[in-house]
């Protein structure tokens, strides 16, 4: 509802309109200087720092590491290694992955759950000051989760936007300086119209609130990659949410060169017959991006979705063989945590070995951002895919 009030609101500012509302008042023809409205990009005062923030998490050769799992999916982690889902458990995992030594060449942010982002080391660290010293930007996911959307096709919806301001200050006192806020959109289940205007809607008002209080949004409309369509109907919704979602961060007077994107891949649907090749990823989701994208937004950073580690490096490299218009890159969990955690299993002799693990995808993953990967060498886990369906994040 309050999308389509929006959407009548948008001729309501116009100067076309409010001439013609004055001319019916017999006042005049012409819009006065006075009278014009005027229409600002407003990110308040954190304008330049938001820049600057964006521009250091999309630098050259490095990408995101998304570890925001929140509780119940991080049990799920520490489930398949036999670990028990408590707050110990939690921390020494995080702890193992932020300290490992070396990350800061390759990877240039973390995303944090919010337990995270105040806990600290077990020697008395701050986590956020452990990052702080390896050049890596802190950042936070501030949504509430998904819950099914009324009216839709067993579509969801994403919580978060109640008391977002006042987090997200309150984050930003704690260190962190981007944000992530990640909603669904389903194929198989539509997607309709309505999933998609409010996926879209909440993802702009998320961003507005974001650059207000100083943190760089990711936008992440994550469309799933669960059903058996093919490459071209990815390309098609694709599309459409993009569209939709550019739209509405531009109404809500988003600053797009403060902001960074987490998209899904153009591939086909999990169960399709056809597996793409990462040239045809490449391909597929480079021409959504160049019609969707504008290019002042200064970094892709790419979500991995469930696909293989190897693979969702493969796929990055394939994107980065010509120059694009935006530094593209990637925010991996499960493609840059799955081998390093089944390497841990909860044992501190192993927590070494484990953080060689994790460097060893995020320099795979640096130099596919620089198109200079090549899959020689990887292990069979490294090529397991990951793809659950009906995943809940
Ligand atoms: P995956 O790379 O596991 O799909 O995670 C995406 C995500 O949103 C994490 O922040």
Known sequence: MAVSLFKAG????????????????????????????????????????????????????????????????????????GLENNETNRQAYRQLLLTTPGLGEYISGAILF??????????????????????????????????????????????????????????????????????????????????VKEAAWGLARYAAISQDN???????????????????RTLEVAEKVWSEVFFYLAENDVLFEGILLKPSMVTPGAEHKERASPQQVAEYTLKMLKRRVPPAVPGIMFLSGGQSEVEATLNLNAMNQSPNPWHVSFSYARALQNTSLKTWKGLPENVEAAQKALLLRARANSLAQLGKYSAENESDEAKTGMFVKGYTY
Request: glycine share 10%.
């Open 10 to 81: 948008v001729n309501v500012g116009s100067s076309q309109f409010l001439g013609e509302s004055i001319a019916k008042n017999g006042q005049s023809s012409k819009v006065s200087k006075a009278h014009r409205v005027c229409f600002s990009v407003r990110a308040g005062s954190y304008a330049d720092e938001l820049v600057k923030t964006a521009k250091s998490v999309a630098s050259p050769g490095r990408g995101i590491l998304a570890i925001d799992e929140s509780n119940a999916t991080c049990g799920k982690r520490l489930a398949s290694i």
């Open 114 to 195: 919010e337990e995270t982002l105040y806990q600290s080391t077990t020697d008395g660290k701050k986590f956020v000051d452990v990052l702080r010293e390896a050049n890596i930007m802190p950042g936070i996911k501030v949504d509430k989760g998904l819950v099914p959307l009324p009216g839709s096709n067993n579509e969801s919806w994403c919580q978060g936007l109640d008391g977002l301001a006042s987090r997200s200050a309150e984050y930003y006192k704690q260190g962190a300086r981007f944000a992530k806020w990640r909603t669904v959109v389903s194929i198989p289940n539509g997607p309709s119209e309505l999933a």
């Open 214 to 232: 100083g943190l760089v949004p990711i936008v992440e409309p994550e469309i799933l990659l669960d059903g058996d369509h093919s490459i071209d």
